[in-house]
């Protein structure tokens, strides 16, 4: 079929660059997680007890087995597990904060069995050879959207089925106020529950290549280093690297459950609105007591390229008149 010409517009949006061109683009990380999953053959892979379920879940469905893994205070594995014929490792690169871990330890113990989890690292590049897995919505607009890099050879990309995205609800968020289309939003987040594995869509795609990555790196950057300075001293999980990288979010460690509780609602008193990295962890049995007291009491603080100096500071002295320091 010839290129229309003419006709009305589509939604306009500057021409960008593919963070990923190398990549195979998917309609969730979930299901770039599957078609790997079963491009490998694989049949058990190793997972953290400190996950969304959304990644047991897809290992389930595409009949591969899980074992679980337990993390150290710096989320690192406590101990390497030996693999067997047909096992992988998965390793989430927690918040974007663990580049070094992967490259210094993991990747040279592991090699080819490792699949890294980029899904809270966006801007983590992949390693060569290495198995990587994003999921962009969590940085930026966009209701949708994996990516697989290095994925196994074979035929089966051209084979994916294309998807279509829905964007009611970011474009509802341009018209008015957040709590408004909240609704809209966790129905595309149980769409995607449901989706097939399938190609990335047009649409979340060319949004995302129509993205300002350095300014969105600069502004992650400035907004990460602010609560740093005012809060690494009331942080009791200590994982920020040297060098300052553009993370999900700043990960506030609280002491107890309950301090947690009252400071993610004192913030959403104030319409600062705090996710739980993971509820299903409190709820799980299996889980050690360090995962379960992370998922009640690690409180991620948006940094986001939304923010600028003056929320950053108002979002500061929420949290500090609330643990009552000056
Ligand atoms: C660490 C991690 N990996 C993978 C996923 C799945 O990503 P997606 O929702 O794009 O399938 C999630 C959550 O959704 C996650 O938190």
Known sequence: MPDAIGGYFELELRKGYCLYPHASGFNSARSALKALLSGLGAQRLHLPYFICHAVPDAANAVGVDVARYALDSNLQLKQLPDLQAGEYLLYVNYLGLKDRYIVEALAPHYGDRLIIDNSQALFSKPLANIKTLYSPRKFVGVPDG???????EGEWQSLLPPSTSDLSALLGRLEGEPEAHY???????????????????????????????????ARRLANMAALSRALDARNALDILP?????????????????????????????????????????????APDFER??????????????????????????????LNLP
């Open 293 to 322: 007291h992370l998922a009640s009491c690690l409180l991620p603080l948006p940094i986001d390229q939304r923010y600028d100096a003056t929320h950053i500071d108002r979002l500061a002295r929420q949290v500090n008149a609330h």
């Open 146 to 152: 994996g990516w697989l890099a290095n994925p196994p």
């Open 183 to 217: 609704p809209a939003f966790q129905h595309v987040e149980s769409a995607l529950e449901l989706a097939p594995v399938a190609a990335m869509s047009n649409s979340t795609q060319r949004v995302l290549d129509s993205l300002d990555y350095p300014w969105i790196i």
């Open 242 to 286: 040297d060098t300052p990288t553009p993370a999900l979010c700043y990960p506030l460690l609280l002491d107890t459950p309950s301090q947690a509780h009252s400071l993610r609602k004192r913030l959403q008193n104030d319409r600062i609105f705090i996710p739980c990295y993971w509820q299903e962890v409190i709820s799980d049995p299996q």
